[in-house]
């Protein structure tokens, strides 16, 4: 029984010192802060705004949407406007078609949209009243759009290759963390065709959408404020919202200088869909 016992002692302690050394390696990574599985780098300022353009891109979509402009003396007008959107070429190329329904003075008006990856997008605009296409080229960008604060450069998501990005910080914004951008034209040209000097994006750290947007003139002096809300999940599994700024769902935009507003919201709910009717190739010059 004496002889015996080293044996059974060696055969009790090794599976003591197995767990041991699992137990003071991982007590080592945790003090260490090293784990590759827990520990994850903070989103730099392009990162995160690359998130953002992500996050609005949907396979195809369909949307009714309400325009109503708001002067400085509060007086009204509406506008009602169809929607559609389809990604082509592996989601390199975004094409959005929009045509107003009411009233009667612009009915029939459409806008093509080609919102290129990396390229400067291309937008044409069809006057029923000229039965004629009109392209939107360089500074025409800044124009608004369709009378209202918005202009044909705010429909697109601009290259992202075009900006550099700035994180000035965290802020709470419609009731969610944010992180602050500052997103600056990398020249005076794009600047120019856009009307702005510098842009300022409070992005949801939870959903990364733009919650409001300040936007500078040339100058550097504020120019207009954009307010969002009322996202919709539109595609859980690759988290894809449908966002008021660019896809007209409850979103309000204030002209500081003028006092100008424009609601959009949806007043039937928008869905998705791949297999969209409408006509998707450019216009001819006119």
């Known amino acids: 029984m004496i002889a015996s016992q080293p044996r059974q002692e060696r055969r009790t302690t090794r599976p003591l010192r197995a767990l041991g050394a699992v137990l003071g390696i991982w007590l080592a990574v945790s003090l260490s802060g090293g784990s590759a599985v827990s520990a994850r780098e903070p989103l730099s300022p392009r990162e995160i705004m690359e998130q953002v353009t992500l996050t609005r891109r949907l396979d195809g979509s369909e949307a009714v949407v309400t325009m109503t402009i708001i002067n400085a ?3 009204t007008r509406e506008r009602k406007l169809s929607m559609a959107t389809k990604l082509f070429e592996g989601g390199r190329t975004e ?3 929009y045509r107003f329904l009411s009233p009667a003075d612009v009915e029939g008006t459409g806008v093509l ?3 290129y990856e990396s390229a400067a997008d291309d937008v044409w605009v069809y006057l029923p009243s000229l039965r004629k296409t009109r392209r939107i080229l360089g500074a025409q960008r800044s ?3 369709m009378g ?3 202009s044909y450069a705010d429909l697109n998501v601009p290259a992202l290759d075009d900006y550099s990005y700035s994180l000035l910080g965290e802020e709470p914004e419609g009731g969610e963390p944010c992180w602050l951008i500052e997103v600056s034209p990398k020249s005076d040209e794009i600047a120019r065709s856009e009307g702005y000097s510098k842009k300022k994006y409070w992005v949801s750290q939870a959903k990364f959408v733009v919650q409001r947007a300040v936007y500078l003139d040339l100058e550097g002096r504020p120019l207009k404020e954009l307010r969002n809300a009322d996202f919709k ?5 690759q988290k894809r919202y449908l966002r008021c700024a660019w896809r007209w769902s409850t979103c309000k935009i204030a ?3 003028c006092s100008r507003r424009n609601n ?3 007043p039937l709910e928008p869905r998705m869909t791949t297999s969209l009717r409408a006509i998707w190739s450019a216009p001819e010059a006119a």
């Not at 999940?233 to 599994?237: E, G, R, T, V």
Request: hydrophobic letters at 40%; proline letters at 0%.
């Open 255 to 257: 002209g500081v200088r």
């Open 264 to 266: 959009w919201c949806l």
């Open 143 to 145: 124009e608004g759009f």
């Open 73 to 75: 003396k509060g007086q």
């Open 113 to 115: 949209v080609f919102d």
């Open 148 to 150: 209202s604060e918005f």
């Open 95 to 97: 094409k959005r078609i």
């Open 233 to 237: 999940l539109l595609d859980a599994k």
